[in-house]
């Protein structure tokens, strides 16, 4: 376990588990009782660590500041939570929270299920024309195949990329 750096004051060889910086005198405890306790309960994926005082995810198993072991937690409460934040989002008339990245898995999916329908429908085209335009379109397919997925992966990143920006400003704002 290495150092950790202190929230007040930014001295960076604070030992694991110490109580107070040795620079500033800051006590960790008082630090993290006048800093915002609201990050931990408006994001319940987050949590602080008991050492650092740094704002880690429930499922870290240890803090990646400062390497101190965190209490684990159930990846079933987890994705109970997730389920809830989800149905609240949904029917979330102010938009105030996303479900585009929690649909995004379904999304590219589907996107899949249509790309074999299409490969289908072209070698199936292909061979009701003649047989040479049925070979060429059945050598051609899996790369029109690949071709299509990888368009629609790069679309859905790029979607997911902006709610998150967009989920990540919010944090900082509050």
């Known amino acids: 376990m290495g150092f950790f750096k202190c929230p007040k004051c930014g001295y960076a060889k604070v030992k ?4 107070e910086c040795e620079e500033c005198g800051v006590i960790f405890r008082k630090h993290r009782e006048s800093c915002s306790k609201d990050i931990c309960k408006k994001k319940k994926l987050l949590k602080r660590c008991e050492a650092c005082d740094s704002v880690i995810s429930k ?4 803090c990646p500041r400062c390497g101190d072991p965190q209490g684990t937690t159930s990846i079933q409460s987890l994705t109970e939570e997730g389920k809830e934040e989800f149905w609240g989002s949904l029917f979330d008339f102010s938009f105030s929270g996303f479900i585009t990245t929690e649909i995004v898995k379904i999304l590219y999916g589907i996107s899949i299920f249509f ?3 299409f490969i289908v429908v072209m070698i199936i085209s292909g061979f ?4 040479s335009s049925g070979v060429i379109a059945l050598v051609l397919s899996p790369v029109v195949f690949f071709l299509q997925v990888i368009v629609a992966r790069m679309w859905l990143e790029v979607v ?5 920006i ?5 944090n900082i704002k509050k």
């Open 160 to 164: 997911v990329v902006i709610f998150k």
């Open 59 to 62: 499922r870290a198993e240890t």
């Open 166 to 170: 967009a989920e990540n400003t919010r």
């Open 115 to 117: 790309s074999v329908i």
């Open 128 to 131: 009701s024309q003649s047989v």
């Open 16 to 19: 694991p588990g110490s109580e």
